[in-house]
């Protein structure tokens, strides 16, 4: 009785233990790829690699196999404030992203060559960069800032051909920023503001010969008026001396023949010193200021005492 439950229950674990082994290989067998994913059977026991590649699924392999995925889409690689140098030795600031898929039917050789997708992707980058900094080179400053769409077409050319050494497909490349220092932006503002000044410079420059022109005429017709003026004035002066040593001249003829007269009639001799005397006399009588003047004593006594 108890000898025949313990073979029973025996027996009962040997089935569940079997059962368990089958489900354990099954599931072992079997493995599930997600969309968007492709992948490889790797027999893990085998060491051995299929040759061709599989899609999304549910599949089954070798006891134990692995799938090494990869993406079925493609993904982007982007570089964001990359520096490079360019054909001047300027260091330029780059934004860049593209999209890259392994080609499947490949898929093989570049599980060989770089074990899994992780590592695969780090060479990208890095023959990414290699392209970006190659490419930056090719260009000077002023190409950078003029000939965007070159640089971006040089920048795609140069990565397909590297891309597909490594067996990997570029599109939807996009340069996004082109960026030289800013030390140099500022000297190409301060340039470009320099330039504009000398256009308003020179711009200005007929207005300013005209007005400085207009000036020098007015100054040369205000010296051609000054000139006139002194010389008007100073006939004014000339004419006027004129007319009053006329005056003065004639006033002294009356006056010596006045004296004349005044010696005729009266038996006086005539003589320049009399005649002297008696002119001061008569200028001393009609002066309206006080007048201080030496006169030698005989003459005045032969005036005084005829
Ligand atoms: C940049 O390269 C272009 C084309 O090769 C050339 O015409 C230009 O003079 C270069 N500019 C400078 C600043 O070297």
Known sequence: MSEGKGLKIFI??????????????????LKRLDTYEVGLKYDTIARSLEDSATNEGLHLGPPGFEFIIFPSVYKTISFSNLICLNKDGVEITL?????????????????TQFKDHDTYL????????????????????????????????????????????LHADVTDLQVNNIARPSTYEEAVRSKEAARENIEVARNERPRLETQATTQKREAETQADIT??????????????????????????????????NLVGSSGLSLTADGFLSYIGVRAISSAKNPVYIGLRSPAKTSYVTP
């Open 95 to 111: 934004d860049v992203a593209y999209q890259y898929q392994a080609q499947a039917n490949h898929l093989k050789s570049i599980i």
């Open 12 to 29: 009962g674990v040997i089935v569940i233990g079997i059962i368990a082994a089958i489900v354990a290989l099954v599931a072992s067998s």
């Open 227 to 260: 000139v006139a003026l002194a010389e008007s004035q100073a006939r004014i002066i000339i004419n006027r001396a004129n007319v009053e040593a006329d005056a003065i001249i004639d006033q002294y003829t009356k006056e010596s023949e006045t004296y004349k």
């Open 122 to 165: 780090i060479v990208l980058y890095s023959v990414g960069t290699a392209s970006l900094h190659e490419t930056c080179s090719l260009f000077n400053t002023s190409q950078l800032q003029s000939e965007r769409g070159l640089f971006q077409e040089t920048v795609r050319v140069t990565l397909q051909e590297r891309y597909a050494e």
